[in-house]
């Protein structure tokens, strides 16, 4: 929270006078406004709704099946997907899910 000079519209700033008690004070007149009282402001922010790049849950359903590993359990197979994500000219991605309904892991490669 910032206060303005109402004499020359500078921008105040705390100080303590001589007895250590704080106030507003103007850098470039004498202005000065005794602090009473603690002034706090509060303001909760709401976290915007992301979206799903991948596609959630629906992106899965029509993937084909390859023989790689998955790193969590060892399950010989997992669906996989490409998708471009950086630049044209650089390589799709490659995303990988385990078939083990148990583990689901995802991970990507490239």
């Given amino acids: 929270m910032s206060l303005f000079c109402p ?4 921008m105040l700033l705390i100080g303590t006078d001589d007895r250590g008690l704080y106030k507003w004070a103007c850098s470039t007149c004498p202005y000065e406004f005794p602090i009473a009282k603690q002034m706090t402001t509060r303001v909760k922010l709401t976290r915007k709704d992301v979206d799903d790049i991948m596609g959630g ?3 899965w359903k029509n993937v084909d099946k390859t023989a790689i590993a998955c790193p969590k359990c060892d ?14 000219d650089e390589p799709m991605t490659t995303f990988y899910r385990c078939t083990e309904r148990t583990c689901g892991h995802q991970w990507r490669e490239g």
């Fill in 75 to 88: 399950n010989p197979e997992a669906f996989f997907m490409q998708l471009q994500i950086r630049s044209a």
């Fill in 7 to 10: 004499t020359c519209a500078n």
């Fill in 57 to 59: 849950d629906d992106a």
